[in-house]
Each structure stands twice: as C-alpha cells, then as structure tokens.
C-alpha cells in the first residue's frame, strides 16, 4: 500500500488505483477541454438522434439519477466522481446529498471547487479514496453508483464488497461497466490494461460478483450501440485541436488520449459492450439491518 498523496490523513491508495490516479492527474485537464466536465460517455437513442455530445452526456447521468431514487435528507455514494459534475447534477435532481470519491487529487480539488461554485457544497463533498478500501462507517448510505469507474477497478469484487459493507440493507446500486461478449485477443486485452487501464471480463462475471457482494441484479441494459458516438466526437474534437492542444497538454498527453479511443473502438468492433447495470442490496447483506 502507498499513499497518492504522501499528505498525512489521507486515505491509503493500492498500487494499481495509483496507476490509474496518474493517468487522470495528467489527463484529466484535457479530458475537459475535449468532453466537458462530464468524464463519460454520451448517449444517443439512434442514428437519427443529432443531440450534441454534452447533452447527450447528461442524459446519461439522468438515466443513472432515475435509477437511484433517493430524495431530501438521503445520501449517494458516488464511486470514482471525477470532477464532480455527475454528483452535482445528482444532488440538483433529487435534493439529496451526495459523497464523491476518487482517487485522483486533483479531481477532489476540482470537484470540491465546483460544488463550492454551485452553492451545493453543504450537500455534496469530495474524498480521496479507493472505492475498494473506503474510509466510511457501515450503513451510512441510501444509495450508490459508479459511472464509468469500474472499468478500471482491478478487484471489482472488493469494491462491490465495501459498497455493500457501507449501504444500508435494501439500497440501489446503479453502475456503467464494460464487459467482454465476444472474441479480444491477447492484443486487444493487452490494449486495454495498458493504454486505457482497464479490463472487460465476461459479462456473467460481473453477476457473480454482484451477488456475492449481496446485490441481486435487477437490470441489465446493453448500451454500446447508443453510447459509440462519443468516441467519434472526441477524435474529431481531438484531431481539430490537435496543434492548439498539444502545446497545452504536451504532445504525449494528446497522443495518448487518440490511442485510447482506437483501442476503446477496437475492442468494441469485435468483442467488448457497455452496461448498465441495477442492483438492489439485499437485506440480509452489508452491515447490521
Ligand atoms: C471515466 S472517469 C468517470 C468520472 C465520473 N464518474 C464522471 O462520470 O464524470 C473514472 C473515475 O473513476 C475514478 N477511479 C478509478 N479507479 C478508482 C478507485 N480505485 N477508487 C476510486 N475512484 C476511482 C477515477 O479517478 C475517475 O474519477
């Protein structure tokens, strides 16, 4: 174990969660500028749908918001919240709190800046912690998602576990995650652990794991089809400001960025989906009922 930060205080982060806090700590500025202050994907409801990619990327978040139904006085555990936008966004729709975790320092700055900023600061805070290893009491949460986080979860297990262990019995668990459905060679998974730091392992993995966390799955939805635009607006928005940006962020930073969009595309054109996924915890599961 290591800390990210060295500071004292600060929660401990697992050698493989400090490769991927590196990764954001020199992406996610230009992860901005490309995509907004949402760090995901966007979603379209067919080819004819011409929404732009920003709200295309809230109404994602609204899908993840509709599936979590919590109200004033309730708590969200938000694993992996990057900048915070989703988490703000959250706490607008619904008058609940939220709690944000991350484990990238500068993001828990920016978020805690922009909750600040909206006036949303006494409702919605930002931690530097490991969503497998979290820093939060038994039972103190109505509800939980990880948008888009997963994927780089080493042990998914560890920390479908902790968000048993911290949401109370009966709470609902939405989370986005790729998940393997057809052939990746030993390239493409290479790729992926790589480049974008993240794995894919067979869809019924993910279920089984969610079960043993204590979670019964009560939703499915496959949505690469409607989520794949993204990729293609962000290389066109990367290739357009490709000289602009490079002096910014630095060559590497911007080239690193189109890879990882090849290698997302790739994998996806012969054996990779996207999910969305709903989970209740059961009652005899997480901490005391
Ligand atoms: C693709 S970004 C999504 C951010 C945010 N959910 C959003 O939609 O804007 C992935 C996020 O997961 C976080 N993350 C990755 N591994 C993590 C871990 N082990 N513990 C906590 N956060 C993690 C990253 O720091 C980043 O904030």
Redesign the pocket.
């Known amino acids: 174990m290591t800390t990210a930060t060295g500071e004292p205080g600060m929660t401990d982060i697992s050698e493989p969660?400090t490769d991927?806090?590196r990764m954001?700590e020199r992406t996610t500025a230009l992860v901005e500028v490309i995509w907004g202050?949402?760090?995901?994907f966007g979603y379209w409801t067919g080819p004819d749908d011409d929404t732009g990619k920003d709200l295309a990327q809230e109404r994602l978040?609204d899908m993840m918001v509709e599936r979590v139904p919590l109200g004033p006085g309730q708590r969200l555990l938000?694993?992996?919240?990057?900048?915070g936008?989703?988490a703000l966004r959250f706490a607008r729709r619904t008058g609940a709190g939220v709690v944000g975790?991350?484990?990238?320092p500068g993001?828990v700055r920016a978020a805690t800046a922009a909750a600040r900023a909206a006036g949303l600061h006494d409702r919605v805070a930002f931690e530097l912690?490991?969503?497998?290893a979290l820093p939060f009491p038994d039972d103190g949460f109505d509800g939980a998602w990880a948008?888009?986080?997963m994927p780089?979860?080493s042990d998914r297990g560890a920390?479908l576990r902790e968000a048993a262990r911290v949401l109370r019995p009966g709470s609902t668990l939405a989370l986005t995650d790729v998940a393997r459905c057809g052939p990746l060679s030993e390239r493409q998974q290479r790729d992926l652990r790589e480049r974008m730091l993240i794995t894919a392992p067979p869809r019924s993995e993910l279920a089984e794991l969610l079960d043993a966390a204590g979670f019964d799955v009560l939703e499915v939805l496959d949505i690469t089809r409607s989520t794949l635009r993204t990729t293609e607006l962000t290389r066109q928005a990367l290739e357009a400001g490709a000289v602009e940006l490079s002096g910014r962020y630095g060559a590497e930073t911007v080239e690193h960025m189109a890879r990882v969009l090849d290698v997302y595309d790739d994998a996806v054109r012969t054996g990779m989906e996207y999910l969305l996924v709903t989970a209740r915890l059961r009652p005899a599961a997480g901490g005391a009922s």
């Open positions: 969660a991927v806090a954001y202050p949402n760090l995901h978040t938000d694993l992996g919240c990057g900048v936008h989703p975790v991350t484990i990238a993001q912690a490991d969503a497998a948008l888009e986080s780089h979860m920390v």
